[in-house]
């Protein structure tokens, strides 16, 4: 039964990063006109923000920036029903598609939609150390949305710590901005030649990545910028807000004043949508975190939902892009269009990028064992201030899952709904049952997948009884 | 604490006002962003378990930048891009 | 050494029970299912609640009464024993209309269920209008009529108290399974043993707590395990500073600020989903209730199955034919927590189950069916 109040669409895209813009144009070149729903007021998504009107040019940014320039046209041109400020913060699926809650202008209205491309990204990870609640602590890509929003810079030099490739290209670009950070604190296992010899291909595939990265690390070294590698422990103090940063390194604690500490563990699938439409996920071993399954030819989900980009595993924007790009062919493939030419070379373009990736993701894995040797007054669940002492005791006390350790002591009820703390409460049950993180669980996510008034709700669009 | 460079594109402007404080920024920022260039991230925000809070990750997804917009509490800064006359309060406990 | 007690679920019923029993000197070893297996005791209102209980059955509103007039010193008792606050207030509460016509009918009931039982006119209640409301419930919309208000209810924290109660039965030596869904139950001459994929376990009596797991489980030890899965959904927003008002079971402050709305009955099946439709008739009458409210963030949501007998009061059944085994299923497990815990587990314990509380064994089932 359809209703008036309710939208309907045959494509809906969630998220107008590189994989939903790739996949958007691509069924608008072919007459389709899917909707598209995006968070921020511009589309780009994470990497391509603001590059509707560049605040700095390739000098700072770097050539990947503004090489997105092409997908954006592309994009623009098409016919689209492209929505900025919306936000999916329901999703279900019912019969024969999905129903979405999305809001914008403060009301809320349902659409049923029969096909569904998520492509709604990553995030960074929640990585706890003590202190790094305090203003002053920022995560890297919050950085560098600053950067990239308003050419907003420190204006003292900032510690930047952890590790990922972000963390040197964040590095990269306050230095050409004219501010090198202070020091680089490198938390990434030691061993890396050893890895790139033990992956002769993913090493051969990604050497543009291992060029890149050399290249930065050498500009940054040239510039005198200090990074230390084979950091251990972490530790933000001060009070009001941030004025030293302790880090450990074999063994022995050292300091540096600082009112800035930019952080990076690596970025992470979302998982929101996903898992709030049940959708199975695994724990991914190499890429360190939760990642959703999905059909590896079709990328298909479920029926009628595709996954693409980063939100369904870290590939990177070329990656996202081909994949929106494949998620499109799929649909257009069910519709009866000769797709087969030209999804080959993507196919083969997404293994090579992919087998590189797994270079990175041993190049860059989090230590593992980082969070059992945090100090008990460590806050794990960010929103609701709880300890790591407090979750070490309910799980003394019988809490033997996410649900019910949440229960006991309020961990991921906040409003960041489990985002920042969901892989660490996983990781500490593993570790307390002596399971693998699969065998633990994850939270159980509902609604709302993005924040909503009581009002907005009230108000909106009455949805359809079923 | 953040400072904007020099070499930045031009930006058109907005006047908001901040704690009843008129104040011309960038129009490509989000509320929380301005907030940050403006006056930084020490005293953003009190935390309803003590302590002071600020934007971590500038995407959504750690509501630490919770904000009063125009009389609303509670927005999620980093997500609402300034505009013409937007009055920001930032939520901090009566001393 | 057999273990006294078997008790299949971990819930707030199977852990009251367990915590009674342990303290009364047993030995008990409890099976719990799998983290995310139905749990009402994870996902109801709080509520420690007379008013209207029973309406069906007078004997279940004398029980409820009974609870909680034993709850302050159950909490109390709790509490010193673990250190967990289980956020209890004795506060009274308010039950709202929407209209005359709610209102009338209420108080109809009311007035007839507190008149069935000598002892149930000890039940104080009154019905209250908006405006001598306001007192109570400062805030309160124009779209509410009024309320009845009785000083015999109150509200707590049920995540605190589930917690307090693993807790006190650690300490007293009860043996807690987690992830260890029984998949049947064999009576023997010595006793019963209860299988799942984790391995066997055993013991001279048994004890059915799991919830809607009883229908499967119950049959075949001779017991009637009628229940049946109503749904509620519960919406919670975002914390604000402690505004004093009494708790309605439409919409109650939670000691940690956060508003909970709830109080829907769906026929769902096992569906413990949310709906569109119906978070935003909770979000709507949240905002009818205290317009306010419109501002805040709703934070959490979700469905859970109520555990619900055919005339909705407890079953408490011994079975006849497997003497030893017993199921115990509830809707308002929070409210009955101290009853559980005490004269329930006592009358389990000195096996005067069927004497004492026959009325509410499943025998009353089949005199409907005939009759
Ligand atoms: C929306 C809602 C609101 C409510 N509000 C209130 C209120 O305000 N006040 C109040 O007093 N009550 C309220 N209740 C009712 C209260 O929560 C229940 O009465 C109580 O939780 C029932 O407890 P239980 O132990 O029987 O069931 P559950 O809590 O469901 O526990 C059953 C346990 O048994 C386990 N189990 C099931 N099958 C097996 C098996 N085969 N093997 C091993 N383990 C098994 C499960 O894993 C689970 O842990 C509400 C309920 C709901 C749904
Ligand atoms: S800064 Fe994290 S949600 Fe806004």
Known sequence: MSDASTHHADVAIIGAGPAGMAAASRLAEAGQVPVVFDLAPSPGGQI??????????????????????????????????YRPGSRVWWAKREGQGTTLG?????????????????????????????????????QAGAGQILLKQGALIPDVPPVLAGTGPLLYLLAWQYLRAGCPPRLILDAAPRSRYATMLRRPLSTWHGRHYLLKGLGMLTTLRRAGVKVVHGIEGLRAEGNPHLQAVHYRRAGRWQSVDASMLLTHFGVVPEPQLSRGLGLPFDWHPSQQAFVPHREEASLAAAPGIWLTGDGAGIGGALNAEREGHLAALSILAAKGEPVENERTPLVQARRRELSARALLEALFRVPDGWLAAQPETTLVCRCEAVSLGELDAAMAQGAAGPGQLKAFTRCGMGPCQGRLCG????????????????AAGYYQVRPPLHSITLGELADSAAPPAP | MFKRLDNAAPAAMVTIWLEGQPHSVPATLSAAAAVLWLVGATGYRDHAAGGHRAPLCMMGVCHDCLITIDGQPNRQGCLVPVAEGMRLERQRRPA | MPQDFLIIGGGVVGMAVAYGLARRGRSVTVLDGHDDSLRASRGNAGLVWVQ??????????????????????FAEELTKRTGIDLEYEHCGG??????????????????????????????????????????????????VHGGTFSPHDGQCNPLYLLRALYAACLTLGVDYHPATPVTGIEASTTGFTAHSPQGSFSAERVILAAGLGARTLAPPLG????????????????????????????????????????????????????????????????????????????????????????????LYEASRSCPGAYNLSCHSGITLAAFHARELAEAIDTDRLATIHGDFSGARFDVQATG
């Open chain 3, 223 to 314: 017991l009637s395990g009628q229940v049946h899965p109503v749904r509620g959904q519960v919406l919670v927003t975002e914390r604000f500073p402690p505004s004093g008002r009494l708790p309605t079971p439409q919409l109650r402050q939670t000691a940690s600020g956060g508003y909970l709305i709830g109080d829907v009955l769906e026929d769902a099946g096992y569906d413990t989903g949310v709906t569109l439709e119906t978070i935003h008739r909770l979000g709507q009458r949240a905002v009818q209730i205290y317009p306010e409210l419109a501002q805040a963030r709703l934070v959490r949501s979700w469905g859970a199955l109520r555990v619900m007998t055919p005339d909705g009061s407890p």
């Open chain 3, 52 to 73: 209207g209980k029973g309406l069906a059955m007078p004997r279940y509103a004398e029980l409820s009464l009974h609870s909680s007039m034993a709850w302050p010193e």
């Open chain 1, 423 to 438: 892989e660490s409460v996983t990781r500490l049950l593993a570790g307390h049952l002596g399971t693998t993180m699969n």
């Open chain 1, 48 to 81: 391509y923000r603001q590059l509707t009107a560049p605040q700095l040019g390739e000098d700072v940014m770097g050539r990947d920036y503004l090489r997105g320039r092409r997908l954006l046209e592309r994009f623009e041109r098409a016919r689209i029903d």
């Open chain 3, 94 to 143: 308010v039950d709202l209309c929407f209209d005359a016509k709610e209102a009338q009918a209420r108080q109809t009931e009311y007035r007839a269920l507190y008149a069935a039982t000598p002892s149930l006119t000890a039940v104080r209640w009154e019905y209250l209008d908006r405006e001598a409301l306001r007192e109570q419930l400062p805030g309160l919309g124009e779209r």
């Open chain 1, 102 to 138: 999305v809001l914008a202008d403060r009301r809320s209205e349902s659409w049923q939609v029969r096909r569904l491309i998520i492509a709604s990204g990553a995030m960074e990870r929640g990585w706890p150390f003590p202190g790094w609640q305090l203003p002053g602590v920022m």
